[in-house]
Each structure stands twice: as C-alpha cells, then as structure tokens.
C-alpha cells in the first residue's frame, strides 16, 4: 500500500514538473500565434483600407508629432510601472484596432505589434508606443519611443534585446511604409530619467526600450537609433529574422513535444509497474541442459531488477531447489522484472503486460503458458 502511494506521489509530482517545464513554451508558442493572426489582421486590413484613408490616418498621426515636436512634450509615465488591471480577454480585432505598426528586429528574430498605448494587456501582447513620444511614421524632429516587457514567462518580445549592438538594424512598419533605423547608442537609465527620450530637433529617432537586469527590472535598457534610407535589398535582413523567429519556435515546440512524449511515457510505466505489482504471479520454470534433459537439485535465488538485491520471504533469500523433472517455481511474486540465478550465471523475467497471467524470459519469446513453466537451459 505505501508503495503504491509512493508510486502516485511520483505520478503527481512528474505531471506538476511537466506543466511547469512545459507552460512557458506552450504559452510562448500560443503568444506568438496570436501574435501572427494581429499582424496578418493588421496587414489585411491596410491592404483592404482605401488609399485616401490610410493617407488620412498617416496625416493625423505626423501633425501629432509636429504638436509634440511644438510643445516639446515630455515622455508619459514609466510604462512597466503600471499596476495590472482586471481587464477582460480581448478578441483580434480588438487588438488589431490598437496596432498602429510592426516592430521588427532581425538580429534576435523578433516581430511584433506596436499597440497605441503601454497598458499590461498591450504589453502582455507586443509593444507598446510610450506616450508623449512620437508615432512611428518618421519624419524631421520626432521620436518614437516602443516599450515591451523582457522575461515574460509566456512570451519571449525584448528578452533577447540586449544581443543589440551599435551598427544593428531594426525597422519599424507602418501602414505606408517601412522606416529603417540604425543603433547608435545602448543605454541603461533609472526609470524616472527621461532626458534620452525626448525628441531632438531636426533628427529621425527611434529607442526601443525594455527593463533591466533581468527579472530585477530596477532600470531601463535603452536601443537609440537613427533613420537610415530603406532600400530592397533590407528585406532578405528580416526575411531572415522572420525565419529565426520560426525556427525558435519550431524547435520550442518540437523539444516540448518530445519532452512531453518522454514524460509521458515514464508516467505510463510507473502505472503499468503499480498495478502490476498488485497483482500476484507464480513463476514456474524447468531446468534443461543442452540436449533438452532436466537438470535436479540445482539452486537458484531470486534477485531484482538490476540482480543487486538478493529478494526475501520470510526474511530469508528466496530460493527454489529444482526436483527431479528439473521443475522449480517462485510462487506469488508481485508483477516486475527479476532475476532468477545461480552463482555464476541467470536469466531475466518479467511480466510484460497487465493483461498478461504469467512471465516472460527477456529477449526471447519463451512465455509461461498456463500449466507450463518457462525452459531455462543451462549451458
């Protein structure tokens, strides 16, 4: 009884360990397919708007960053110091209401909506435009700022943002066109410094923006950049960053499937082994030399698995002594493997099947049959 619930333990505390192992990968994975369905949602829909609309769209975002640029405004509050709301579960189209462009940065094969805003639903999601920064639509004296978490458990976004050096590239896309910009500067600053973040006059700024040290979070990464012309030849860059992407999630899928096959099969063993060790088994042998003649008198004791552990009853080894047609039995075994041997030499059993009644010699198809007893030569 013990072992059985030893055994369930077991069971229980492997599947906690699968889902906990498993969880941020599955999470990740699922993330990045929402993710994918907003910007194939995005994308149709600017495909799908008339022209003069998407150009509507565009003006009123530039004459927003010209009133910034005017006013000189000062970048919103800290966009990883919100506290989460009780927001309910968004559909696509919502979200893909709130994109207002793509983020891509082929270097750590990242590609991801930018939301209007930095609330924990958008940033749980993708990144967020800073408020009081520019729009991502480029122009003379604008900076656009774009928050996104790092080390989130359920989605990889800015966790690999650090890998960016100066001279990188990463690109912005809107539903005009696409604005590439070049790192020319990595920063760390308290969140409350804002200086780096205001809009410089005349220039065509970018910072992407993530927390610091990882799971700290006590200071903010900054990737500046400027813009730089986009030309063709920029898209073979994150085509290939698009199939990193892919490729990290191939591969997180595919590991988390064969990690859940791999578990799963252990789990099934260890059911198969309790409940074969509830039940009892008779294992009945004869001792054959090699001209198939019963051997008597031969001694034989009963080890484990592995044969290191010599097996009891009664507190003493259990042996079985062959009679005189060589026959010899190890009565009401629990179901398991075992070794049936003598000084210098011995055969492996086991019961292969719950639904099966008797033993079997391993690696041979030799089978206790009822009324039979399995042949053992002796050579």
């Known amino acids: 009884m013990k072992k059985n619930i030893g055994d369930i333990l077991m069971i229980l505390l492997v599947v906690a360990g699968l889902v906990a192992i498993l969880y941020p990968f599955v999470e990740d994975s699922l993330n990045n397919f929402l993710d994918y369905q907003i910007l194939n949602h995005y994308q149709r829909k600017a495909d799908e708007k008339a022209a003069q609309a998407q150009k509507a769209a565009h003006e009123k975002m530039v004459a927003e960053n010209e009133r910034l640029a005017k006013e000189e405004s000062a970048p919103g509050d800290d966009p990883f110091d919100n506290p989460p709301k009780d927001e309910k579960k968004p559909t696509v189209d919502y979200y893909s209401q709130h994109t207002i462009g793509i983020v891509k940065i082929p270097k750590i094969g990242v590609e991801i909506p930018i939301f209007d805003g930095t609330t924990d639903l958008f940033l749980s999601r993708?990144?967020?435009?800073?408020?009081?920064?520019?729009?991502?639509?480029?122009?003379?004296?604008?900076?656009?700022?774009?928050?996104?978490?790092?080390?989130?458990?359920?989605?990889?976004?800015?966790?690999?943002?650090?890998?960016?050096?100066?001279?990188?590239?990463?690109?912005?896309?809107?539903?005009?066109?696409?604005?590439?910009?070049?790192?020319?500067?990595?920063?760390?600053?308290?969140?409350?410094?804002?200086?780096?973040?205001?809009?410089?006059?005349?220039?065509?700024?970018?910072?992407?923006?993530?927390?610091?040290?990882?799971?700290?979070?006590?200071?903010?990464?900054?990737?500046?950049?400027?813009?730089?012309?986009?030309?063709?030849?920029?898209?073979?860059?994150?085509?290939?960053?698009?199939?990193?992407?892919?490729?990290?999630?191939?591969?997180?899928?595919?590991?988390?499937?064969?990690?859940?096959?791999?578990?799963?099969?252990?789990?099934?063993?260890?059911?198969?082994?309790?409940?074969?060790?509830?039940?009892?088994?008779d294992l009945a042998f004869v001792l054959l030399d090699d001209e198939s003649q019963p051997l008597a008198n031969e001694t034989f004791t009963l080890y484990s698995k592995n044969g290191r552990r010599r097996m009891k009853r009664e507190g003493q080894d259990y042996q079985v002594v062959t009679d005189s047609e060589g026959r010899g039995c190890f009565t009401q075994l629990p179901g398991a493997s075992y070794q049936v041997r003598q000084?210098?030499?011995?055969?492996?059993?086991?019961?292969?099947?719950?639904?099966?009644?008797?033993?079997?010699?391993?690696?041979?198809?030799?089978?206790?049959?009822?009324?039979?007893?399995?042949q053992i030569h002796k050579s």
Not at 345 to 370: A, C, H, P, T
């Open 126 to 281: 993708g990144a967020g435009l800073l408020g009081g920064t520019s729009y991502p639509v480029g122009g003379e004296s604008t900076h656009t700022v774009i928050s996104a978490h790092r080390g989130l458990p359920e989605a990889t976004l800015f966790t690999e943002l650090p890998e960016l050096v100066i001279g990188d590239r990463f690109f912005l896309e809107n539903q005009t066109e696409i604005l590439a910009y070049q790192v020319d500067k990595v920063k760390v600053i308290e969140p409350t410094e804002l200086e780096d973040l205001r809009i410089v006059a005349g220039e065509d700024r970018a910072t992407l923006m993530t927390c610091t040290p990882y799971m700290i979070n006590s200071h903010r990464l900054l990737v500046q950049g400027h813009r730089i012309p986009y030309v063709p030849e920029m898209a073979k860059e994150m085509k290939a960053g698009k199939k990193k992407n892919r490729l990290r999630q191939f591969l997180m899928v595919g590991g988390s499937l064969l990690l859940f096959i791999l578990v799963t099969g252990i789990i099934c063993q260890r059911i198969r082994l309790m409940f074969l060790r509830r039940r009892r088994y």
């Open 343 to 374: 000084k210098d030499w011995g055969v492996k059993v086991k019961v292969k099947k719950i639904k099966d009644r008797y033993f079997s010699l391993v690696g041979k198809k030799n089978k206790q049959k009822e009324n039979e007893a399995i």
